[in-house]
């Protein structure tokens, strides 16, 4: 139709893997000049034609998008490259502003580069939209390890030992949530060092290791506890 053949063509560049582009036209190439077209009933017709051929394919490319990003955010983490993670992490936001996997890799990295306040921000935003992401609540317990806030860490690491067995009964996914608890008892374990709750730290130390399905680290919280 009239008002949807110059972007149809562009979104079936999209599906073909083609960029799309504008170039930068110092003088013009040409002289295009139609008149005003009314909106019709026709416009209707092939926007409604449009959006059927055209809006889920979108999604699904958008999606791809999110996983590819995702995955290599969380590389950047691992490779300690944050502000790369951070720029893919808005990336994310920029095709879904409430990823909450976007968020808490924006809240880690942030985490990482010692920005705190950025960080607890983030780490906000996603338990808005999730109370129940974990990992929201660890890195916030990396938080107050940093500041040397011990007490509140050990509060928040109580409570999320607690929520993660309470999830784990309900029968939820237990690989979800099996990491995140060997990583809170293990920063449980060093928080009560650092304020000489030796035996506490003793206990929280091998709770880990008994999670623990990595022999090697096994041995490093053996070793902790002892």
Same mark, same amino acid.
């Given at each position: 139709?009239?008002?949807?053949?110059?972007?149809?063509?562009?979104?079936?560049?999209?599906?073909?893997?083609?960029?799309?582009?504008?170039?930068?036209?110092?003088?013009?190439?040409?002289?295009?000049?139609?008149?005003? !077209?009314?909106?019709? $009933?026709?416009?209707?017709?092939?926007?409604?034609?449009? +959006?059927?051929?055209?809006?889920?394919? @979108? &999604? =699904?490319?958008?999606?791809?998008?999110?996983?590819?990003?995702?995955?290599?955010?969380?590389?950047?983490?691992?490779?300690?490259?944050?502000?790369?993670?951070?720029?893919?992490?808005?990336?994310?936001?920029?095709?879904?502003?409430?990823?909450?996997?976007?968020?808490?890799?924006?809240?880690?990295?942030?985490?990482?580069?010692?920005?705190?306040?950025?960080?607890?921000?983030?780490?906000?935003?996603?338990?808005?939209?999730?109370?129940?992401?974990?990992?929201?609540y660890i890195v916030?317990?990396?938080?107050?390890?940093?500041?040397? !806030?011990?007490?509140? $860490?050990?509060?928040?690491?109580?409570?999320?030992?607690? +929520?993660?067995?309470?999830?784990?009964? @309900? &029968? =939820?996914?237990?690989?979800?949530?099996?990491?995140?608890?060997?990583?809170?008892?293990?920063?449980?374990?060093?928080?009560?060092?650092?304020?000489?709750?030796?035996?506490?730290?003793?206990?929280?130390?091998?709770?880990?290791?008994?999670?623990?399905?990595?022999?090697q680290q096994k041995?490093?919280?053996?070793?902790?506890?002892?």
């Amino acid at each position: 139709g009239w008002h949807f053949y110059d972007v149809s063509q562009s979104m079936e560049f999209i599906k073909n893997n083609y960029y799309v582009v504008v170039p930068n036209v110092d003088k013009s190439w040409v002289m295009h000049a139609c008149g005003d !077209k009314e909106i019709d $009933e026709n416009y209707y017709k092939y926007c409604e034609c449009f +959006l059927k051929e055209y809006v889920d394919m @979108n &999604n =699904k490319r958008n999606q791809a998008d999110i996983v590819y990003l995702t995955n290599l955010a969380a590389s950047c983490i691992a490779e300690k490259r944050f502000d790369d993670a951070i720029d893919n992490g808005v990336n994310i936001l920029n095709i879904d502003n409430n990823n909450v996997d976007a968020l808490y890799i924006l809240a880690s990295a942030y985490m990482h580069k010692d920005d705190f306040d950025k960080a607890i921000f983030y780490i906000e935003k996603v338990l808005a939209i999730d109370e129940l992401y974990v990992g929201a609540y660890i890195v916030l317990a990396y938080v107050y390890k940093k500041q040397l !806030k011990i007490n509140e $860490e050990i509060e928040l690491l109580k409570t999320v030992i607690s +929520l993660i067995v309470a999830e784990q009964n @309900n &029968n =939820k996914d237990d690989t979800l949530y099996h990491k995140s608890l060997v990583e809170a008892w293990s920063l449980l374990g060093s928080a009560y060092t650092l304020i000489n709750e030796t035996i506490k730290a003793v206990e929280a130390f091998i709770e880990c290791s008994l999670l623990e399905k990595n022999e090697q680290q096994k041995l490093v919280e053996y070793s902790n506890a002892l």
